[in-house]
């Protein structure tokens, strides 16, 4: 296991409706990264958190955001959902610095119908 | 064109097989190098990390090759626990800590 835990693990949403993902992070871990993975697909980034700051972001829209609390863990909101977000939603965590290794969560498998 | 691209697969081979997985990605400023693998339905887990020089893990080989911006993976007498799909992946960091740019995966099924 690698410490990284996500809930929920399953979780089914109508167009339109919001969503929150959440993502505890392994202990000692400071950075946080979210991932989309499609049906077929490799991981897409979505954005990562540093010391409660995003830093850095892929090419995703605003209704797609996130926090990072005092302890590490984090949240992935995503607002006015669309068909194509139906997705496996990885959350990574890694400690600071080039080359670390990045574990990820089980992932939450959202399904928007 | 995707950042990084990835044989298409699937590879169906038989158990004993050697099999070898090719890469290559896009942005000569990538600085880390990975094989990543994923069981169905479950996480990414890193396989291990691909160096210049090449490295070699039991029955697995990594190789990088930065001028042609080539990664490949070398399986050697496979196993059917090996059946999964293998994520190519780089990192560059550009000024912050970087993100995993994953290719879109190459599936593997090794048969009895």
């Known amino acids: 296991e690698t410490g990284v835990t996500q809930s929920p693990t399953h979780l089914i949403k109508t167009r339109g409706q919001q969503v929150t993902l959440r993502c505890s992070s392994q202990?000692?871990?400071?950075?946080v990264s979210w991932y989309q993975q499609a049906l077929g697909q490799g991981p897409q980034f979505i954005f990562q958190?540093?010391?409660?700051?995003?830093?850095g972001r892929g090419n995703f829209p605003p209704r797609f955001s996130g926090l990072q609390f005092p302890n590490y863990s984090s949240e992935l909101n995503v607002n006015a959902l669309e068909l194509d977000d139906s997705a496996l939603y990885l959350c990574?965590?890694?400690?600071?610095?080039?080359?670390?290794?990045?574990?990820f969560g089980q992932g939450t498998r959202l399904t928007v119908v | 064109r995707k950042e990084v691209e990835q044989d298409p697969g699937p590879f169906n081979v038989p158990e004993g097989a050697t099999v070898a997985f090719n890469c290559t990605y896009s942005n000569s400023a990538s600085q880390s190098f990975f094989w990543y693998r994923q069981d169905c339905r479950k996480e990414p887990k890193l396989l291990m990390s691909v160096y210049s020089s090449g490295n070699e893990d039991g029955r697995f080989t990594a190789q990088l090759n930065r001028a042609s911006q080539y990664i490949s993976l070398l399986i050697r007498d496979s196993k059917l626990s090996d059946s999964a799909t293998y994520l190519c992946?780089?990192?560059?960091?550009?000024?912050?800590?970087?993100?995993?740019?994953f290719g879109k995966g190459t599936k593997l099924s090794v048969k009895p």
């Open positions: 958190y540093y010391r409660e700051e995003e830093n």
């Open positions: 990574a965590s890694s400690l600071a610095g080039r080359g670390t290794e990045a574990f």
């Open positions: 992946v780089v990192i560059h960091y550009g000024g912050s800590q970087g993100n995993l740019i």
């Open positions: 202990s000692g871990h400071n950075t």
